[in-house]
């Protein structure tokens, strides 16, 4: 009987790994997929591989805060298959309504709920937990704000990177043993800016096996089922499997819109998103890669826009531009303004660069998935106490 549950768990652990490698893939990979460096199959292969890095290493941390330190009793392995189950669960539904759910974010209220059910829950430590889901977004948003409105242009202007056409790189025959050469339109900047954007993919992959690993598997591990070293295994194999699959459309479809955009930019989200992630998934502090990336991209479009708008625009929602990864597409026409300087007048529009409704709907689906894995939890471990 306890071989059959376990079965089932790790089947839904499966699933739910399965699901983040589908959508974190797409996220890490996509500007080096959109802008030619690698195929998707080897994309893939990366982001297998630094997730288990980040799993192993970093992940550990949060493992130990999802698996013992949320509710003060060890999870039991059919109360972990039904918290696995609404994990899951908080995930399709984040899918029919396409909104990237923080998956960590839903892992914490599936748990919470059970631990609300036993009369187990550590209200310090959930409190620490959501104290940072707060400032995470707004410390993602004000980094790309000031980044944005203060030094982007001025970056861009000595460091600015434009795809060329053609190859970026060639092989020169013309000695006795061929070796690389630059592409016949690329430049010295073009390939460095290109080497960077492939590193910040593997870092971005790493944070993102460091905050999603535990997600998948943290249930089984805490019910002893489990060791965290297989665990990782199990979690990464089924990561690597959504990357090798149904990440292929996502990278797609993020590496076009990105490849749209100045590369300067698509570079500041990234670092900013996985450095965010990575020292709070260190401090072991459950949190999503998407919820940094979503916020940075819209402080770094509004930083960047001629005149901030204001909270009162923002709320209201008095701009119609659509909030994407190519939402920083705007290039302003006027000279490149010092680090410090206002832009003029004409430079950019802050309704171009983002869509405050659009925030609205991220934002609000970050409060119901959470909220509603809670309370589905806590109803379902209420009437059947499998603790």
């Known amino acids: 009987m306890v071989e059959t ?23 890490a990979w996509g500007p080096a997929v959109g802008a030619g460096l690698l195929k998707k ?25 999802l698996s013992g330190d949320i509710i003060t009793i060890e999870i039991s392995l059919a109360a972990g298959v039904a918290v696995l189950f609404f994990i899951g669960l908080g995930i399709l539904i984040a899918n029919v309504f396409g909104v990237p759910v923080p998956t960590s974010m839903v892992t914490v209220g599936a748990i919470v709920g059970l631990g609300l059910a036993t009369g187990t829950t550590n209200f310090e430590t959930i409190g620490w937990i959501v104290s940072w889901w707060i400032v995470t977004p707004v410390l993602g948003l004000w980094i790309g704000a000031f980044i944005g409105r203060y030094i982007y242009p001025e970056l861009n202007r000595r460091f600015e990177i434009r795809a060329s056409d053609g190859s970026l790189l060639t092989l020169d025959r013309t000695g006795s043993v061929p070796r690389p050469a630059l592409g016949p339109n690329t430049t010295f900047q073009e390939l460095g800016g290109t080497i960077v954007v492939f590193v910040i993919g593997c870092y971005m992959a790493f944070s993102a096996g460091a905050s999603n690993v535990p997600n998948a598997v943290a249930p089984l591990v805490s019910s002893g089922a489990l060791e965290a070293n297989p665990a990782i295994i199990i979690a990464t194999v089924a990561i690597g499997l959504g ?40 401090a072991g502090i459950p949190i999503s890669l998407v919820m940094a990336s979503v916020m940075t991209i819209v402080g770094l479009g509004w930083g960047r826009a001629t005149r901030p708008i204001t909270a009162r625009e923002a709320i209201r929602g008095e701009t119609d531009a659509e909030l994407s990864m190519g939402a920083l597409t705007a290039e302003p026409e006027a000279p490149v303004t010092k680090i410090g ?9 802050a309704g171009d660069l983002f869509n405050p409704r ?23 471990f209420v009437v059947v106490p499998f603790v």
């Open 358 to 380: 659009a925030i609205v709907k991220y934002v609000s689906m970050w409060i119901i998935g959470p909220s509603m894995s809670t309370l589905l939890a806590y109803g379902f």
């Open 341 to 349: 300087e206002d832009e003029s007048e004409e430079a950019l529009d």
């Open 243 to 282: 990357g090798f699959t149904i990440a292929r459309r996502t990278m797609e479809s993020v590496g076009s819109e990105l490849s749209d955009i100045p590369l300067l930019a698509a570079l500041i989200v990234m670092i900013t998103a996985a450095t965010i992630t990575t020292l709070l998934s260190w």
């Open 41 to 65: 199959t080897s994309a893939a292969a990366l982001m297998t591989f630094f997730v288990f890095l980040g799993g192993a290493t970093v992940g550990r941390n949060v493992m130990e805060t």
């Open 5 to 27: 549950v376990l079965l089932v768990g790790i089947v839904a652990s499966v699933f739910v790994g399965f699901n983040i490698g589908g959508s974190s893939t797409g996220i």
